[in-house]
């Protein structure tokens, strides 16, 4: 049995030994730890070891699970990872740092009217739908882009984007994985040109089965959850 602070040091190895095979440079890629179904304790185990950004993907859970965990950290930053219901922005927005998975122009407009009334500046990544098996993210470029674009007008003050998250398909096939990271990258440069005064370096992709391959197409943020904190017990 190994401890949370051994896998973090295996996994931080493997990622820096991705970068240096990918000609990347050191320490380019963040690791988001994602804790989901893991408890309070795990988080702040892993933090002791170091780790301070955490994702989750239920805002009901991180939220409980993160009120206990703020009184014993500092400096900690969530990041919500997973679809986001409009009734959940108000405590997710309270509770977290970052949203990675924003996936349509409704809750974007959603997480400004709760982030401005809490006078709170929230960054978001947008979530783009790149893997024919999925079903997150936004379903096309023009909806994506409309989105990017309703940012860079200035029409939400309090959300700042940074840039881009995807999900691969969940397959063996590694050349399908890797073009939905392709596309990713692309879709990404390409709004980046068109938004100039919008800073949309961040990619956030791979997870524990395909960052290497993330992190050889671009990726900023690899999302590793059981190959830090073990299997998840679902309930
Ligand atoms: C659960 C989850 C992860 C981490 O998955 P692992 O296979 O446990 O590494 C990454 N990204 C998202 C969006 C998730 O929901």
């Known amino acids: 049995m190994s401890t949370i602070e051994e896998r973090l040091y295996n996994i931080k190895k493997q990622i820096n030994e991705a970068e240096k095979k990918a000609g990347r440079k050191e320490n380019s890629v963040k ?18 070891a170091g780790q301070l950004e955490f994702g989750e993907n239920r805002v009901q859970e991180a939220c409980s699970k993160f009120s206990e965990v703020y009184k014993n950290t500092t400096g ?8 986001l219901q409009t009734n959940k922005v108000k405590k997710a927005v309270e509770t977290a740092s970052m949203i990675e998975s924003v996936d349509r122009l409704s809750l974007i407009q959603e997480i ?12 978001i990544l947008f979530e ?11 379903e096309s470029y023009e ?3 409309e989105s990017v674009a309703y ?18 398909p969940f397959t063996e096939d590694k050349e399908k994985i890797r073009s939905s990271f392709v596309q990713m990258r692309e879709t990404a440069e390409k709004l980046q040109k068109e938004f100039p005064d919008l800073s949309l370096s961040e990619l956030s992709m791979g997870m524990s089965g395909d960052f290497e391959i993330a992190i050889q197409e671009g990726s900023t943020e690899v999302r590793i959850g059981t190959a830090i904190f ?6």
């Not at 900690?76 to 679809?83: A, C, E, S, Y």
């Open 128 to 138: 783009f739908h790149t893997g024919e098996e999925s079903k997150s993210g936004y």
């Open 151 to 168: 940012c860079a007008e200035g029409n939400a003050p309090h959300v700042e984007p940074k840039g881009f998250m995807t999900m691969a």
């Open 143 to 145: 909806l994506l882009r």
């Open 76 to 83: 900690v930053r969530l990041h919500i990872i997973g679809q």
């Open 230 to 235: 073990g299997e998840r017990i679902y309930n």
């Open 31 to 48: 690791l988001l730890a994602v804790s989901k179904f893991h408890p309070a304790e795990a988080v702040i185990e892993a933090y002791n």
């Open 112 to 123: 400004e009217k709760q982030a401005a009334k809490l006078n709170k500046t929230i960054q």
